[in-house]
């Protein structure tokens, strides 16, 4: 929630009618302090004095309803060129649910392939586990057989291995 109140006051709908200064500069003070310096704040409130009068009251802007269809205007507009700290923050913002499911994603495979009978498991295992898991979808179409065979193709090993149908036989 300490998110999204800041977050909605770049809302478009409504002709901009939750637009707030101050709340968008805590926006980015507080959960972007690595993307926008001291002096950038400052810089950046200056710019949304000027985007409450040049884009909230154009008629360009006026039945924009949705954060992304803002930012589009804006590139089209070419004003995010003139206002790219705003840009710059409503694209981290937009941004921002994406991420947090990725992690939240990554964290909850995790938990499914790292178990009490896996704890031991190496961390550039995990990570080609989780790959896998993650994108099931391409690694469905593989084929194990065809794996199988390439690697007994490369060459010898230290142990000789041969590749019956239906099994690997040392």
């Known amino acids: 929630m300490e998110l ?25 003070e507080k959960f972007y302090p690595q993307d926008f310096s001291g002096s950038e704040i400052d810089t950046l409130r200056r710019h949304l004095e000027h985007y409450e009068l040049d884009v909230t009251n154009d008629s360009q802007f ?31 913002v937009l941004t921002f649910p ?8 990554a964290f909850s495979i995790m938990k499914l392939i790292k178990t009490t009978l896996h704890n031991k498991m190496d961390d550039e295992l ?3 586990c989780m790959v896998i898991h993650i994108e ?8 194990p057989n065809m794996i199988i065979d390439e690697f007994c193709d490369v060459g010898p090993r230290r142990v000789s291995l041969k590749w019956n149908s239906d099994t690997l036989v040392l």
């Open 4 to 28: 999204l109140i800041p977050s909605s006051s770049l809302d478009p709908s409504d002709s901009f009618k939750s637009f707030h200064i101050e709340n968008i500069c805590n926006l980015a």
């Open 62 to 92: 006026q039945n924009i309803s949705s954060l992304s269809e803002l930012c589009r205007k804006l590139y089209e507009t070419k004003m995010s060129k003139h206002f790219h700290l705003i840009d710059h923050l409503i694209r981290l």
């Open 98 to 105: 994406v991420s947090t499911a990725t992690t939240k994603q």
């Open 126 to 128: 995990l990570a080609s």
């Open 136 to 143: 099931r979808e391409f690694s469905d179409i593989i084929d």
